[in-house]
């Protein structure tokens, strides 16, 4: 495997369902990302890890819950989820603090119902 | 904090031909402007990128330009192919949004007509 891989690739779960989504990048680098990516609107950063550590959390509803449990690793567990949440969910990656390009998975088309 | 704006929304060229493709961007402080393209059912991929001590970067047939006293830059595809038919995002990097954070426009989905 290269590069960032996201699974499932499609998911579709209802209102009171748990689920997980699962991210693995194959690049070495350091800082991890979930987006959120909707129709007719711009890429939404939801969390951002480095080094396993939550950097950065865009007041995401707790109903997104990430978990990064190494740099290679990066998880969002979803739970009671509601119709708005349909959306692709892209994982990214980047070198580290100070690199700010960022690598992207091919995504999770989650549809909730 | 940053906004990005994008145009066109759509685009559609001629095999062959030239596209150009502009993003606005608020803070004059973003140092760093990267270009995606995301074809149908995969995520988007970097296909060149350009930082703020440079006014324009090139590769094959795609060229980025910066215009920093505007405050945008563009991106500009010569000689179209098919295989350039997908959905373009800019971003821009503003320091002030913290270290990892890419505002995105909202996207232009080019058809090159064979």
């Known amino acids: 495997e290269t590069g960032v891989t996201q699974t499932p690739r499609h998911l579709v779960m209802g209102m009171t369902n748990k689920k997980s989504l699962k991210c693995e990048q194959h690049?070495?680098?350091?800082?991890m990302y979930w987006y959120k990516q909707s129709a007719k609107k711009p890429l939404e950063l939801m969390f951002v890890y480095s080094l396993e550590e939550r950097v950065e959390n865009n007041s995401v509803p707790s109903r997104f819950s990430p978990e990064c449990p190494n740099s290679s690793h990066l998880f969002l567990h979803l739970h009671t989820l509601q119709p708005e949440d349909s959306a692709l969910y892209l994982c990214?990656?980047?070198?580290?603090?100070?690199?700010?390009?960022?690598?992207f998975g091919p995504g999770t088309r989650l549809t909730v119902t | 904090g940053e906004n990005v704006e994008q145009h066109p929304s759509t685009l559609s060229v001629q095999e062959g031909d030239s596209a150009v493709i502009k993003c606005t961007y608020s803070?004059?402080?973003?140092?760093?402007f990267p270009w995606y393209k995301q074809e149908l059912g995969k995520g988007p991929q970097l296909i060149i990128d350009i930082r703020s001590n440079v006014g324009e970067k090139k590769d094959q047939r795609i060229a980025v330009t910066l215009n920093k006293t505007a405050k945008h830059f563009s991106l500009h595809i010569t000689e179209t192919q098919p295989e350039d038919s997908a959905v373009y995002f800019c971003?821009?990097?503003?320091?002030?949004?913290?270290?990892?954070?890419?505002?995105f426009g909202k996207g232009t989905k080019l058809s090159v007509i064979p």
């Open positions: 971003a821009a990097h503003s320091p002030g949004a913290g270290s990892y954070q890419l505002t």
């Open positions: 803070d004059s402080a973003s140092n760093y």
């Open positions: 690049l070495g680098h350091n800082a």
């Open positions: 990214a990656s980047s070198p580290d603090r100070g690199f700010y390009e960022q690598y």
